[in-house]
Structures are given as C-alpha cells and as structure tokens.
C-alpha cells in the first residue's frame, strides 16, 4: 500500500494554473500526475448528463474522480471517487467474464459474437444471418448473457442476480448492492430492452421467460459502485482475474484473456479502431458516465465524470483515458521488451557450494568446475524467457555436465510452457547435461507436469532442491562423478591425525606435544551445536573427523548455510581472536571430532612458549588470510 | 544468436506422430516447438493458391515456413524459410510506417481512417461520408498512403518506389528487390486497383496522376521476400521500429504503436474482433501466402504457406498463429506484470560505500546510516516503475536524508516520465532528502529533461554520479553532514603517528623500537601504485597519512574500486601472509605517507624476538579476522 495518500479533494474552484504551482507536499508522483489530470480536465463543462431516467439525470454533472490501481494494491485516488453511482454498461464484461467461466468461450461464442459495431449504445445489433447478438458490450449481448447465468430452481438457492452481485462483488473486492431507485426507473422505462429481450427470444439466444432474464438485468445495470470500484474490478482485469487486495480469484485468467480482448475493439460507444488507436485500452464506459479501463498486467483505471458525450461515453472520462495513454506512454501495443529472464549465468567455478571438499575434489573441481552451469531467472516464466534460458544454456557452443536452474526469484510458471520446458531438459541431456531445478518451492504442479512429459518420452525428470546451495553442491558431485574422482576422497571419510591439522602445520613434534596438552579432544553427534550465534567466543576448534555445517540467521527467522567443514578445518577462529560474539551457529552434521583451545589455555601457553604460539599465530593468520580473501573474491563476483 | 539451430527441413512426407518420437537431438525447445507445429499442419492441405496473376499460380502448393525472430536478435526457422514469395498486402503496414514517420499521425488521419471494415480484400472501403479510405490496410489505404510518398522532383532523384524499398529494407534488415515479372503481371491485370485509385483521385484522397501512383504500388506489392524477412519485420515492429540485427531505426516507436494500432484491428481479412480474440496479435496477411505477426516488446513471427482460405489468408498460417497464441500464451491482452523496478533497496548501513572512513565518522554512521536510502532500478523505466520506486522510496514512512537510485541496470528511461521523475525528486525533497543518480551513462539526455523541469519549479537538480559506489559515498556524507559531524575529523586531513598505527596495538615502546627498525619509510604522490595486480607479495604497508584505493580488475579491462584506504590501515596483509601474488591494485589517491615491512626483515626479527612478533601477529590476524568477518556479512548480504 502506498504511503503516499491524497489528502483532501481539489476544490472545484482553483484553477489548474494555480495547483501546478502548489508545492508539492510530499506526494506520490502518481498523485501529483492525478491531481494535474484532475485540475486540467475539471474546467471541460462539455457534454450532457444522461436522462432517460430522472435517478440518472439528479447526479451532480460537476462529479469527477479518477482512481489508478495497480496489480499489487496501490491505490491512488483523485476527486470524488467514493460518491456512488450505478455500474450501468460496466457490468457487462464482468457478467461476460460470468458465463466464459461457466460454459467456456466455445458455448458462450454460439451465442455471442465477438464483432464490434458501430452502433450506438442502445441498438439492437444482431448478426442478421443468425439473429445471435454481435458482442456481448451491446445490450442485446450482455441481455443474452445474463439469460445464460442459471435460474434459483427452488426457493432459497441464489437467482440469477444473485450470482452476478457475487461475482461482481469478488472483482470489486466489496458487497456490492442494488440502487432500488435506480433499478425501478430503469424497469418501468425499459421498453426498447424488453423489445430486445422478446427479439432474442425469438430468435433463441434467450430461453424461458424473457421478463425475469429483464428483471435481472435491470438490477444488474443498477448495481451501486465507486470510482474505487471501477479501479479495482479493472485492476482485476489486469491481474489475470486475481483481485489485488481480497487475492481472491474472480474469474480464469483465460476467462480475462477473452473478456479483455472484446473489450479492446468493442467496449466503447465508439469506432472500434478509433478508440484502440487513440488510447489502446482495453475499456469499458457506462452512461452513469464511468469509464474502466485496463492495462494487462500492470494497472486498472476508474474515471467518473457524468457528462456524456455524442457517443455517451463520459467526455472528461475519455480525456482522462487519452492523457493516460499518451503522456505516460500506457498503450496495449506499447510493448516493452521484459527484463531478461535470467538474472545470472555462471557456473561452480564461480560460485561453489558451501560444501567443503577434500583436496583431490579441490584439485579436481579446481580444472572441471567450469562443465557446469547455474542459471538463476527471475520473474514470470513464459515462452520467452524459455527462449532466452535456452540460449543461455548452450552459448558458445558449451557442453556442461551439470546445469542447475534456480527458481527462487520466478514468480510463476506458465503451465503453456511445461512441453517447451521438457523439451529444453530433453535437449541438454542429449547434449550430456545432467539437469537440477532449486527453489523449486511454490512451482511443483508445473514441474510435475514437466516431469510426465519427460516420462512419456521415458526421460528422467530432473533433480529438485530446495535450496540453490544443495544444487550447486549436486553440480559439483556430477562434475566429479564425470571426471572420475574416487568416492573414497569424499570428506565424510576423512580423518586427519591431530598432528596433521594444518593449523599446527610448520610445528616441529615438540612444539605440537606442546601444544596439544592445551587441547582438549571433544565429540559431537549429529545436530550438535559447537558454537551458538551470540554468546561469547571462548573457544577455538580444531576439526579432525566429520561434517559441519555453518548457519548464518537470517531476518526472517530463517538461517542460511554460509559454509560447511570438515577434518582439518577450525571454528571458530574469527570470533576467538576478536574476543567478540559468535555471529553464527555450527553445527554437526555427522559424528565429529574435534580437539578444542581454550583462549585461557592459548594465553598461558604465550606466556611460556611465544616461539610455538607466533608459528601456530602465523599458520592462523594464513588461514584466516585465506578465508577473508575467498570472501572478498566472492564479493567481487557477487557484486559484479 | 541461438547456438541451436535447425540442421534440415522436415521432409514432407513424414507423419507428425512419428516426429514426436524422434529424439529431440539436442536443439532449442523453440525449434522443437516449430518442428511440431511445422509437422502438425503440413498436412492439411486445405485451402486454393491464389491465381488472379500466373506468377502466383504456379507457386508450390506445398511450401511451408515458419520464423520467430526475437527483439534481441534470435532467429528460429523451420521449414521453406529462404524461398521468395511476393510481399504483396504485407507491405501495408510498412508504406503506413512511412507516410506516419513523413507527416505524423494528425495528417495522415486527415487522408485514411483507423476502422475495421469486414470487407473482403479487394473491396474499396471508402467511408460513405467523406471517401476517405477507412483504413491503410485495405488496398484503397494503401494506394492513398503511397500517394503521399513524395514522387522525384528531377531526374535522379528517388521516386516513390525507391522510398518505399529503402523503409522496406530498413525492416526487413536487408536490401530488397521488385520481382519484375510479378509487378507486369499485377500491372496489366489491377483493373480494379485502377478504378480504386481513380475514385480516390475523385475524392481527393490522391493528388496528381494516378497512373503514377498505381505504378509505384503494384512494385510495392511485387516486392520479393521470404518467411525470415516477414519474423524479422515483424520483429522490428514488436521492437519499437529498432530491426534486431542491424539495430536501424526503421520507424519511431510513435509510427509503430500506431501502426500495430491498425494491424491489430484491420490486419487480416477476417473480422476485427474475432482474430483479436482468437489470436490476439497485431497482423498483416498477403494473398502470396504469407503472415506477420508481432508480440509488442518480445517477438515478430513469420509463416509463409500459399493455400489461402476464403477470406484470403494462409490456412496454414493462420493455423500456426492461432497455435503460438494458444499454446505458447502468447496474447496482446496476457498482460505479465513486469518484474518488480526496483532490484533491490538498502541503504548505505547494509551498503556502505568503499571510501574508509575516520572512527568518529564509522561512529556516526553506525547510528545514522539508515537515514539513506540505495535503490537499485532494473529494466525499462516507464510509469509502473516510477509508480513501483515512489512507493519503495517511503515504505513505512521513512524520511530518508539521502536517495540513491541507481540505474546502471536499466536499459531506457521512457521520456514519458520525465514529469513524474522530477516529481519524485521534488516530492523527496519536501520531504527532507536529497536525491542522487548513479551510473547515469546512456540517461544523460531523459535526465537532462528531469532537471529542466525542476529547474522551472526553482528546484535544484539531482546530483549524478558515474558509478554506484560514488553516490553512496555521497549519501554517507549527506548523513554525516546533517548529524553535525565535524570536516576536521574528514580522513584525508587525518595524519597517525607509526607508534600509534593500530597494527603496533599491545606493543610496549621498546617492542615499537625493535619493530620500527625493520621497517622503512616511503612516500607516494597520487596515482602511485604501492602494490601490483600479479607481482609477488613481499611487503606489507602500514599507512600513516593520505587516502588509499584498492582497485580489482574485471574481466572486461575495467577496474572496480573494492575498497579506500587512510592513515591507520595496513596495505598488502592478505598477500604477505600467504606469499602469493597480489590479486589488486593499491593506489594512491592523495600525498600517502607509509612504513613498509619487508618479508625478510620480519623473519629475521622473529628468529631473535619471538614475543614482539607473537603480539604483532596476534593484532594482524584481529585486523585480517575483522576483514574476514566484514566480508563474509557482505557475501550474506549480497546473496540474500
């Protein structure tokens, strides 16, 4: 939710020069190019407000509210945009997106065309060779749509009214209710309506009775909405469906899709052409004189200004909707190339994994790290960030073994590119890749059905982790399985002898005996915790046998493994010297054995034997060198 | 450019069900795809050549191809894609992007409307009240927009054609041809052409000779082109006018958001709102056989078949549209929100810059360098993102003293925000901060306006800065300033006595003495180098006066500053201790003055004063730890 708000409603009376020279105050840019709109468009007394019904023609013709809604709830709203008014012809993609969602476009599209006209609003416009309407933003469409909305068949289940105030309600995100008024006038003066309804029951695009398919009808015209309303019903539109603020699902996104796309050449009392050329929204005004007009995957806009033009579209309402358009350049064929799907390409030369590797798998990665690739994307995955991944994968003719695919930041999978996402899999292991996907949490239904078409095809499915860490640590296993390293260097088998520990490397034996009646031999079972984030750092450890895991808590609550260790590793040496607090936990994970230095036990062992402390001081210090020198590497490379 | 590419063309004797089993040998999922769809609808044969002319009669029924082009520049082909074929109606949209560039949309307008007609293609379709053709797609639209090509006004000059053929190749990426024999055909057969251009020469829709006019298109439509120049128009089209390969403008982006406006409406002799909604992608079809369609933003798509359905476009082509639509989602209205603006935001507590820092300095700032604010932008910057980075820069009411927004990953700043920029800037102002750019190459001309409009408002500009680390530098004195800290304490003015340099910590004076006479006083003027990228590490520096940078080269030849340096640091510790090569540059930014321990002189001092050297050890590895240790939050952090 923004934090910047409009704080009160331009007064009527100030002139647009004046306000463009208010301060600021602290306010949105969004509302700053709202309030200018807003000023520039309120002088336009142009136009007449509808009075085919008296509730229509008592609005006060001066209303103006203009609402944006972006499709992760920011509202930003100007002018009068909580005075109610009735939604009118708006209602009619919702009550489209109604029936797409219950028979499908396939049933809906044998009674309903999808052909523009250029009829004014209240014309019959029936195709002639079947009699069906031509669209359903004209009368006759949305009168044959809500007929095909199911009737109450006993007392006490919801009627068709019933069912639409519901579905409008999930795209307004509130209970909406009908205006009584509104609705009785709109009955009692309905007379070319009911000729369309008794037309379209003649011809068949209505069944039963055509007086209770009117009646619904009429109320539905007289459902009670905002301007706030407007923005979010087209907010949800731009959504795919989903309603920005309740996240509750109002319609299929493939239910959008086709309501959208009538919407764009036939939701105007307008030339078809013309309004897609001059604004290129997907739109839809009412006489109340509301506009919504909707931005596919980023905003949804409401205008409310009661005076219609010739057409009976809102005259300030269209301006506004012009201005949009073109001064900020939100235009349905304004395409703007996505940022590229993958967000880093590299391999686990670059970026290792945590896991600690004996020196023969060091060697051995230190030459093949390079046969792999990590691949991180982001965003919405659809065909063309497959398209872009699948480049990525093979640039410059390169053959890995491994390929892992982060997904932590995509958004979402587009289940239409599960065959294409097979295909890719498919493809890089008959070029000899093995394939992992991490981060998967969230995506599994999609890779689920990536993985049945890899087994229709009897291909294996790839390797899932939840964590890129694990993945990389996998890559590292293929590239060594690949190269032919031996299982018996895996560092789970290792033991140093304590005299072997590199931190007492450059010791003559002497020294070491010296050294060690400092140590102390200490065993840890598995989830064993050898220092705890926070408390004071005593101790320094010396590994000899096992794995250890290092865990970097996060903000969330979550931790994160920074690094893991094994035999000839030590804890805990930053946090020794510095005599600070531990700023991580390390924890077991298999048996470990460790010889432990006490810094009481270091100091005394100074005192009396400096020649052995200054080379075990020096061996650290190499040590410690090397850990703040990977790391600065890795900043590097990270930042980069 | 895809590394994937298609080896052979599918024989057109092989069943799609067998294709599906064949191994995907290694080739791009989107090579796959078209493979599939390429199979799929070769078999269907519906559909009659055109035969109006012989040239086009005696084209092979059979010929199939299909391209995607990418904005960026990869090519998919499959199938006939290298086999010429007349561009015939497909040249509308390009003579439209011509006149649109020549006159601007206001003008043309006056001369050819934006509305669908559901005529067949030859129709004339001129509107009854004016006899102005209604739209540039149909063949009366076409011949008025050649009409106002301006004809050679002396010999030598070029003509209409050669206008024409020049903007045609600008799209297409390569210089095109008049196929002779087709345009004598088109010529001595365009009886109806020719009464169209003489009723346009009665309304007044063309002016001078027809007959000069009628030439020049009928060679406009006996262009010769193939499937892969269609996906490569198609592409510049979806790139904003900017062809993928040559990177020539071929029209503004102003022309083409106007020009898809059209073909998304008028494109295809279909009706208007049902290949909107069956497909949903701007097109132009030609009776040669041939489609192009374009994704705004993402992709062209080329189909070349020359069956035609009754309405006069490819059944084939259409086919594969209406496939690449459906199954890949690839639709007009499938709005995807974009990835979020802001790549990251932090400030320059999370994100300190590189410059070192005086201790009363890193005291303040400790408490105070939150009061920034590091917002990284990615992408295309057009009203969503500024909307997206508004909200990012007060979440949670915040009053930052300082804003840093970088740009160094976003591609373009749309003009259309220049307003809402410098109301962003000033809104930030009012509410306490001051505002910088970084890493501004390439914006310089959208910022320019920024500044201008705020200068009109009598508000400073933003500062800018050519990279990142430069403006959180700035921010961090931003804060420093408005917490009152003192210039004096300002690291440069700062000088540290060699007895009080923090490496000597816990040395008494006669340990100090010892030491000092192992070491040996240099001075260095700015620009020296005090150590070098790859020679051996045989020194280490312990700086007492002036301003230090580590630069590390990149791969691309740049260096990037890691970090500063001042009195009180110690240069070359890593290396030292490791006796390896250096891995950076250390430079001299002011006057440095340092003490240097060569490796030898600190041996040989160990072997006679093992304790002097315990302690110095001890206090180095403290200083390597706390190195260590700030570089692995910064490796969390970045990674996080």
């Known amino acids: 939710m923004p934090a ?4 009160s409603h331009v007064p009527a009376d100030i002139a647009p020069r004046l306000l463009d020279e208010l301060p600021p105050d602290a306010e949105s840019p969004v509302v700053s190019f709202l309030r200018r709109a807003h000023a520039r468009h309120l002088v336009n007394r ?20 203009i609402v944006i809604a972006t499709v992760d709830g920011a509202v930003y709203e100007m002018g009068d945009t909580r005075k109610p008014f009735t939604i009118q012809s708006m209602a009619k993609p919702l009550t489209y997106a109604s029936i797409l969602d219950l028979y499908g476009a396939a049933a809906v599209r044998e009674r309903i065309g999808v052909e ?15 009699g069906m309407p031509l669209n359903p933003m004209v009368n006759a469409g949305a009168i044959t749509a809500v007929g095909m909305v199911p009737p109450a068949r006993a007392a006490g289940e919801p009627g068709r009214i019933d069912q639409l105030l519901a579905s409008l309600g999930r795209f307004a995100g509130r209970r909406l209710e009908v205006d009584e008024a509104v609705y009785r006038s709109e009955r009692d003066t309905g007379h ?32 009670s909405v905002d301007a706030r309303d407007l923005a979010l019903i087209a907010a949800t539109l731009a959504a795919g469906g989903l309603h920005p603020l309740t996240a509750t699902v109002a319609a299929s996104e493939d239910t959008v899709r086709d309501v959208l796309s009538v919407m764009a050449t036939c939701g105007m009392y307008d030339g078809a052409g013309e309004w897609l050329f001059e604004v290129g929204l997907p739109a839809k005004s009412g006489v109340s004189g509301g506009i919504l007009a909707v ?13 219609l033009d010739g057409r009976g579209n809102s005259v300030r309402g269209v301006a506004v909707c012009r201005d949009l358009a073109r001064d900020l350049d939100l235009h349905l064929v304004r395409g703007v190339r996505p940022i590229g799907a993958v967000r880093t390409r590299t391999s686990v030369a670059r970026r290792p994994s945590k896991r600690g590797r004996s020196v023969p798998e060091r060697e051995t990665l230190a030459v093949e790290a390079g046969r792999s690739l990590v691949l991180e994307l982001q965003g919405s995955i659809g065909f063309v960030a497959v398209e872009t991944l699948a480049r990525e994968a093979v640039i410059g003719g390169e053959r890995p073994s491994a390929v892992a695919i982060d997904l932590r930041r995509s958004t979402r999978i587009d289940p239409a590119v599960t065959v294409l996402l097979a295909d890719l899999v498919a493809g890089l292991g008959t070029r000899g890749a093995a394939v992992a996907w991490s981060a998967v949490g969230g995506h599994e239904a999609v890779l689920d059905r990536v993985d049945e078409t890899l087994a229709a095809r009897r ?17 590292e296993d293929v590239v060594l399985s690949r190269s032919g390293a031996s299982a018996d260097a895996r560092p789970e088998r290792r033991f140093v002898p304590l005299a072997q520990h590199p931190a007492l490397r450059g010791l003559d034996p002497a020294a070491v005996e010296r050294l060690r009646s400092a140590l102390e031999r200490r065993d840890f079972h598995p989830g ?8 004071p750092a005593e101790e320094l450890f010396l590994v000899t046998g096992g794995l250890l895991s290092v865990w970097v808590p996060m903000g969330s609550g979550d931790a ?17 010297l510095g005599r600070e607090q531990r700023t991580a936990d390390v924890r077991a994970d298999t048996e470990v054995e460790a010889y432990v230095l006490r810094h009481e036990a270091f100091e005394a062992l100074a005192a009396v034997d400096p020649a052995t402390t200054t080379v075990f001081l020096t061996t650290l210090l190499r040590i410690v060198a090397g850990i703040a020198r990977r790391m600065t590497d890795e900043v590097v490379q990270l930042a980069s």
Chains 1, 2 share one sequence.
């Open 295 to 307: 931005l596919p995957g980023q905003l949804g806009i409401g205008v409310w200004s009661p005076r």
């Open 560 to 576: 994160r493994r920074l690094a893991t260790l094994d035999a000839g590793d030590l804890v805990g040496e930053l946090a020794f």
């Open 459 to 475: 291909l294996a499915p790839p390797r899932r982790f939840a964590e890129l860490d694990l993945a990389l640590e996998w890559a």
């Open 46 to 65: 142009d136009g007449v407000v509808a009075t085919y019904i008296p509730e229509l023609a008592s609005v006060d013709p001066e209303a103006f509210g």
């Open 116 to 130: 523009p006209t250029g009829d004014v609003f209240n014309a019959i416009s029936l195709a002639p060779a079947t």
């Open 192 to 223: 070319r309506n009911r000729a369309i309804a008794n037309l379209l029951r003649g011809t068949g695009a209505i069944d039963g009775d055509p007086d209770a398919v009117l009646d619904a009808y009429f109320r539905l015209c007289a459902v």
């Open 528 to 535: 064993d915790a050898l220092v705890r984030h926070g408390e």
């Open 4 to 7: 910047w708000r409009p704080t």
